[in-house]
Nanobody, 120 residues
Framework: QVQLVESGGGLVQAGGSLRLSCAAS????????MGWYRQAPGKQRELVASSTFGTSSDYADSVKGRFTISRDNAKNTVYLQMNSLKPEDTAVYFC??????????????WGQGTQVTVSS
């Protein structure tokens, strides 16, 4: 059984910064992809940033130059550094990981979500 635990959300003034963390625990044989999504009220969930082994990080156009995704494989943790935050960034942020949990199965897992609110 694998769990993803997110932290780092909160209330911040426009122009400020936050760093989100997502730690995976359980039976983990490998993590092949990590990403951050967000969902604002009344809107669909959207991909914010992703990182895949052997490739460069990718970002939504709306966050390029402001957000940075990184990971620490030793800690099974992915981070999202968010700078120059805007009110439009207000949303619930979810992490997602593709994890090998056995020799025969790789599955996607989602965190519970953490609220980010940016005030103007």
């Amino acid at each position: 059984q694998v769990q993803l635990v997110e932290s780092g959300g909160g209330l911040v003034q426009a122009g400020g910064s936050l760093r989100l963390s997502c730690a995976a625990s359980g039976t983990i044989l490998g993590i092949y992809a990590m990403g951050w999504y967000r969902q604002a009220p009344g809107k669909q969930r959207e991909l914010v940033a992703s990182s895949t082994f052997g490739t460069s990080s990718d970002y939504a156009d709306s966050v390029k130059g402001r957000f940075t995704i990184s990971r620490d494989n030793a800690k099974n943790t992915v981070y999202l550094q968010m700078n120059s935050l805007k009110p439009e960034d207000t949303a619930v942020y979810f992490c997602n990981c593709k994890i090998r949990v056995s020799a025969f199965r790789t599955s996607d897992y989602w965190g519970q979500g953490t609220q980010v609110t940016v005030s103007s």
